[in-house]
């Protein structure tokens, strides 16, 4: 099964002296330069009408136009999989994502995804690269996610993300007790011994958190996160990198160590914790058709509520019986 996609767009003027192909990325984002180079060699993607090479430059002001045909992936098959969906209209759709939901498929993992799911749900989206999927969560990062459900508001989004203009706040329980809030600078790329995971390196990628305190436990911290940046595992990376590695990452955290004196149903929830204690809340972006701002929430889910409590509880078991001494 094949797809047509048809875009246009003008050359802007701060693009003057780029390469074509160097263009066609900032002006058709979502697709990857090998494709786009791909596209101007055989004369699928136009400047004014007429097909040029990849080197080729512009000068600000000319049409590129977009013409083509892609088969879609027959890996990706629609499934019938729920998904709560807080918000929808023809343009976008907003999940909340469980714990344990992957996002996109890959090797050894082609189907019960949240892209299969969307593939079921909104047919026509197969037409949108990555089925509309803009910005990811890890498999066991809960939260709010936006899907693209058109060529123009995937384009829109992309861009939205590239500026850094899309509100993304998250929540996380993390190891030991926050002084203050602050933010970590840090450039994050691929693990050098250890293709798993992502680490602070100082030749990857720019990266900024910030974050503050929601509320100090004696050995832990309830804080407040927002992305400035959208790297790879950035908040278990930029929080392991300050010493307050997430509860239950699996990758960043280390061995469990519990604290003196906790409370056996605290003991018991931090044994059984299943997966990083990371929920994406808040979420806001300008609409890609009618541009105006938009902010969804979603509520804490039953174990990260449920760990709260047993820290509310050991804190007040733990202070009592520091009273009486």
Same mark, same amino acid.
């Given at each position: 099964?094949? *797809? ?51 080197? !080729? %430059?512009? /000068? ?19 499934? &019938?999989?729920? $998904?709560?969906?807080? /918000?929808? &209209? ?9 714990? =344990? ?10 189907? =019960? ?12 989206? #197969?037409?949108?690269?990555? #089925? ?14 936006? +899907?693209? %459900? ?7 989004? +992309? ?26 600078? #840090? ?8 293709? $798993? ?50 509860? =239950? &990452? ?17 003991? !018991?929830? $931090? ?8 929920? #994406?809340?808040?979420?806001? @972006? ?10 969804? *929430?979603?509520? @804490? ?8 409590? @047993? ?12 009273? @009486?001494?």
């Amino acid at each position: 099964m094949t *797809e047509q996609i048809k875009l246009d767009s003008l050359v802007p003027d701060q693009l003057c002296g780029k390469r074509l192909d160097q263009i066609a990325v900032a002006v058709f984002p979502g697709y990857s330069r090998s494709t786009l180079q791909s596209w101007i060699r055989v004369g699928d993607i136009k400047v004014d009408g007429k097909a040029c090479k990849p080197k !080729d %430059k512009c /000068f600000g002001g000319e049409l590129l136009t977009l013409m083509t045909d892609v088969k879609n992936n027959e890996r990706w098959e629609p499934e &019938d999989i729920s $998904l709560d969906i807080l /918000f929808e &209209d023809d343009a976008i759709a907003v999940i909340n994502k469980p714990m =344990g939901l992957v996002v996109h498929p890959a090797a050894g993992n082609y189907s =019960g995804t949240l892209l299969n799911a969307l593939l079921y749900r909104y047919p026509d989206i #197969a037409s949108v690269p990555r #089925a509309g999927i803009v910005h990811r969560l890890d498999k066991d990062t809960s939260g709010l996610m936006v +899907v693209a %459900k058109t060529l123009v508001a995937h384009a829109n989004l +992309v861009g939205q993300l590239q500026e850094r203009t899309v509100m993304r706040e998250y929540e996380a329980v993390v190891t030991r007790t926050m002084i203050t809030g602050g933010e970590v600078e #840090a450039p994050i790329a691929r693990h050098p011994a250890t293709r $798993l995971k992502m680490a602070v390196v100082e030749s990857g990628k720019f990266a900024l958190t910030r974050y503050r305190i929601i509320h100090r436990y004696r050995a832990y911290t309830h804080v407040r996160l927002q992305l400035k940046t959208g790297r790879t595992h950035q908040i278990r990376v930029h929080m392991a990198h300050i010493g307050y590695p997430v509860v =239950g &990452d699996p990758l960043y955290a280390g061995r469990l160590k519990l604290p003196k004196g906790a409370t056996s149903e605290l003991v !018991d929830q $931090l044994r059984r914790v299943g997966r990083q204690m990371l929920h #994406a809340r808040r979420l806001g @972006l300008a609409h890609p058709v009618s541009g105006e701002y938009m902010e969804w *929430e979603s509520e @804490l889910p039953a174990d990260f509520v449920a760990l709260l409590e @047993l820290l509310d509880e050991d804190q007040r078991c733990y202070a009592e019986a520091d009273a @009486l001494f």
